[in-house]
Every structure is written in structure tokens, then in C-alpha cells.
């Protein structure tokens, strides 16, 4: 069985962060430990408080898993501050992960911000080198490389810009582009892939990129190459988002055990 760790931020409601990478991690049989980064109150609505995690804690949390337990990839979400940026890029030099999947968290899907604005520098110059994959939607991209992106061009350019800054690998999400398809495009550096996506009509899509990360670290650390990976991990989330849960008031999550709870009815 392979061994998984998350680096990032607890959500209280159960649908993103920390919780729905556990979730992602379980549904593709590989076993999941976390470090907590910050504590939200959140539900389906939105964020209303962080507490965030000193960078002395993260840091013993992550060396009390790697001095135990054989990690084979570590997938790194929410981190909020400067230093904890610093504190797990340090971390990650000295304990050497083989696969690092970053999701560049900034905002939340209400509009709550989850990246303070001087994090984000730290975020380009010590997380994204550390990167086996980072996994942007398209404003986190604009955040990272400077410039807007409104067209499939434009989101080519930004992987080019982010693999300029130190990641081995990008997924740059189309979702947030305008019109029927949600493409996503992959580039390593030599070679640049799109990967068609469907746009399903639902209001409940909280943690999906918290999921597609965590699932596509789960693949690339069964061995599966990156491509194929990245094409699973998309299929997964799809069906997830078919099956969201109608859960409380807002945007519900989605349903991580789709085919696990269909087998036990």
C-alpha cells in the first residue's frame, strides 16, 4: 500500500482541505496522513475565520511522519503564510519526497482569501521548484505568472511561465474559462497536452480541486505515468461532481465514494 501525505488547511464542513483529501485518498486505496497548515470555520456557504498553524508545529508534524513513515508522495494544499511556505519548503529539502503535487490554494470558492497577499511570492520561489505537479485554475495561474488569461493561448503561455519558474510539471484548469467545454492543459516542459473536460451544471463543487489533487498524487504515486494520471484523476472528480451532495445551504460537496457506496447499497 502506498503512503500519502496532505500539507494543508482542516475544513469543518468535511468538503475541502484536509478532509476531502483523506476522502480522495481512501477512495484510491492508499493510506493518508495529514499536516494541518491552518483550522477554517467554514460550511457550504462560506470561510468565516482561520486560525492558521505556527510553522513550528507544521514543521514537527511533518518530521514526526517522515521520521516513521515511508511517504510516497505529499500533496500540499492551503498554507497561508510566508513562513509556512518557508518552514515546508525547508522540509521538503530535507526529508526529499519523490512526488510533490502542489495546488497553489489562494481564495476560497466563496471569495474568501486563503493566501496573504506577501505568501505569494514565497508560494513562487520556494513551492513551485519543490513541484513534481502544480495544479492552478486559471486565477491562481494569473497570480503566479502576472498576466490575464482568457484564452487557450493564454493558458499554454501560463504553463510555460510557471514550468519557467521551477515546476517539473503543470495542469492548468480551464474551468473558469467562458463556454460548454472545462478543458485543462498539461505541459511538462517538452510536451503540452489538452485534456478535454466536461462542464456539468451544479451548484455543488466545493473541493474540487482540493480532490483532483489528491487523487492525481494517489495515481502518480501507484506508478501510473503522468498523463494517464492526470486523465484518472479528471474522471474522477467528473463523476464526483455528478454525484455532488446536496448538503446544507450553499455549494455541497463533491462525492468522493460514488462507486464504494453504490457497492454497499
Known sequence: MKHLLTI???DSSGGAGIQADLKAFAAH???GMSVITAVTAQNTCGVTAVQDITPEIITAQIDAVFSDIRVDAVKIGMVSRQESIHAIAEALKKWKPPIVVVDPVMIS???YPLLQPEACDALIKELLP???LLTPNLPEAESICGFSICTEEDMEKAAACIIGLGAKAVLVKGGHLEGERADDYLYD??????LPGERI???HTH????????ALASNLAKGMDLTEAVTAAKAYVTTGIRHGIALGHGHGPVHHFVEMWKNAE
Not at 516542459?189 to 489538452?194: L, M
Not at 473541493?207 to 489528491?214: E, F, V
Open 207 to 214: 473541493g474540487t480541486g482540493c480532490t483532483l489533487s489528491s
Open 29 to 31: 486505496g492508499v493510506f
Open 201 to 203: 451544471q451544479t451548484e
Open 8 to 10: 494543508a488547511g482542516s
Open 130 to 132: 519543490c513541484a513534481t
Open 109 to 111: 470558492k466563496s471569495g
Open 189 to 194: 516542459g517538452k510536451n503540452g497536452t489538452w
